[in-house]
T-cell receptor, first 113, second 114 residues
């Protein structure tokens, strides 16, 4: 398996810019998750999809954040406009079914200046 | 409220000694329990899970965990620690009726000294 693939691995941009994070889940997995990890807040679930449909976006911090999954092999997390407090590592994970473990990508380290 | 606690921010163990990383939980119903490991600049990797059955679960890299329902604990163990086991360890729990959201512990940094 190629694993969950995230891009870019690092992103540095200025406050106010639009940021788009990308994720390719493992083929055959029907759940996709977006997480954010910070020292202060730990690991937070932002949103998850089942069969490309958003199920729970209650973790999305603000309207500046949006996520899409146009097909089974691709998802994006967009921040517009970005703010310094959005700086974090963002992870995408996928799983097959509801009792199988989640497989994580290596994350995008986002720095907003 | 549903929660997971990892009471130790850091655990230090000498190489070759047994290690334990603690996890306790509070959920309604029978929990699904998971352990993950995170190495620097990497995503979380699945180690093992408990859904039902034998209370002692064996996982990757020689790790095991024991589910204790009366103590609501799911401690991670290894009989003989390796320096390469040094990493950040996360416990997670899902209640059967939680709409699939995992509740994550804060993580425990494990340091194995040669």
């Amino acid at each position: 398996d190629a694993g969950v693939i995230q891009s870019p691995r690092h992103e540095v941009t200025e406050m106010g810019q639009e940021v788009t994070l990308r994720c390719k889940p493992i083929s055959g997995h029907d759940y996709l998750f977006w997480y954010r990890q910070t020292m202060m807040r730990g690991l937070e679930l932002l949103i998850y999809f089942n069969n490309n449909v958003p199920i729970d976006d209650s973790g999305m911090p603000e309207d500046r954040f949006s996520a899409k999954m146009p097909n089974a092999s691709f998802s994006t997390l967009k921040i517009q406009p970005s703010e310094p407090r959005d700086s974090a590592v963002y992870f995408c994970a996928s799983s097959q079914g509801t009792t199988q473990p989640q497989h994580f990508g290596d994350g995008t380290r986002l720095s907003i200046l | 409220a549903q929660s997971v606690a990892q009471p130790e921010d850091q655990v230090n163990v000498a190489e070759g000694n047994p290690l334990t990383v603690k996890c306790t939980y509070s959920v309604s119903g029978n929990p699904y329990l998971f352990w993950y490991v995170q190495y620097p600049n990497r995503g979380l990797q699945f180690l093992l899970k408990y859904i039902t059955g034998d209370n002692l679960v064996k996982g990757s890299y020689g790790f095991e965990a024991e589910f204790n329902k009366s103590q609501t604990s799911f401690h991670l163990k290894k009989p003989s620690a390796l320096v390469s086991d040094s990493a950040l360890y996360f416990c997670a729990v899902r209640a059967p009726d939680s709409n699939y959201q995992l509740i994550w512990g804060a993580g425990t940094k494990l340091i194995i000294k040669p």
